[in-house]
């Protein structure tokens, strides 16, 4: 099992940044992939930003060039550093990590809020 706590959200005004932490613990050795997800009331849940074993990202085309995931050693913490927020961005944004043999798990969420 693996717990995934996050931490770091609030309000900003727009054009303002925030950083996303997600701290892992149990067996993060079966994690392969890291990644964080949004939900906007209303709206689906959608991928964001994900970090692989090796290093390699990936994020959605929304977010690209204004904000940027990342982590200190192996796969812990994890971060999500957001620069030029917009009120668009206003979610729960979700840490989840998927274990090689495709289980998925999931933070409870931390509440993002930008202000126009």
């Known amino acids: 099992q693996v717990q995934l706590v996050e931490s770091g959200g609030g309000l900003v005004q727009a054009g303002g940044s925030l950083r996303l932490s997600c701290a892992a613990s149990g067996s993060i050795f079966s994690i392969n992939v890291m990644g964080w997800y949004r939900q906007a009331p209303g709206k689906q849940r959608e991928l964001v930003a994900t970090?692989?074993?090796?290093?390699?990202?990936n994020y959605a085309d929304s977010v690209k060039g204004r904000f940027t995931i990342s982590r200190d050693n192996a796969k812990n913490p994890v971060y999500l550093q957001m620069n030029s927020l917009k009120p668009e961005d206003t979610a729960v944004y979700y840490c989840?990590?998927?274990?090689?043999?495709?289980?998925?798990?999931w933070g409870q969420g931390t509440q993002v809020t930008v202000s126009s």
């Open positions: 970090i692989f074993s090796r290093g390699s990202t």
């Open positions: 989840n990590g998927l274990s090689y043999s495709g289980k998925n798990y």
